[in-house]
């Protein structure tokens, strides 16, 4: 597994080394030994979610505020367009965002730090999304952040309105977001 930092240096693309022939191809998505000796980072994942979705359904900008997630985020069947948002005030990299696109064909993955916001953008007809978290499921302390801020300034790859969840519909801007220290 190779890992390359993305221009947040501590969100990471990991690509897996992938065997193939002519009856298809093996690759081990994750191997907890293998993402340390890529990252340097020592993580236990207690979670798996799966997802699907259609064309032009963006999911996102989630976070936890309490107990914060990790994210290692994967595409099994079409693409999208991956984006981490830096919500860590201390940091040089605060409010600045990367979007990555992931897809079955490309097999990247992204490392999403805990105290980033994530999301994303479905750009094929369907995705089918997996991410492994570092933490369970909190809903009390679940957090979106605005898709469209522009204090952000995301550059979705996407035209016209997308499909949004009634929680990104109503999700704070950065100005009015709980962040973290």
Request: charged share 25%; hydrophobic share 40%.
């Amino acid at each position: 597994m190779a890992a390359t930092p993305t221009a947040i240096p501590d969100v990471m693309v990991l690509e897996p080394r992938v065997f193939g022939d002519d009856r298809g191809f093996f690759f081990e998505s994750f191997n907890a030994r293998s993402f340390e000796q890529a990252t340097g980072l020592k993580r236990v994942f207690v979670q798996d979610n799966h997802s699907k979705s259609t064309r032009n359904v963006l999911r996102g900008l989630h976070y936890q505020i309490q107990n914060p997630q990790g994210k290692l985020v994967r595409v099994l069947q079409g693409e999208v367009f991956d984006v981490a948002v830096d919500l860590r005030k201390s940091s040089k990299t605060f409010a600045q965002w990367v979007g990555v696109h992931l897809s079955s064909e490309n097999r990247k993955q992204l490392w999403v730090p805990e105290g980033f916001a994530h999301g994303f953008v479905v750009l094929s007809e369907t995705a089918e999304f997996l991410y492994k978290t570092t933490d369970y499921y909190a809903p009390d302390y679940e957090r979106s952040l605005l898709w469209c801020d522009p204090a952000v300034g995301i550059e979705w790859p996407i035209d016209g309105e997308p499909k949004l969840a009634a929680k990104d519909e109503a999700a704070l801007t950065l100005k009015q977001a709980e962040l973290f220290a």
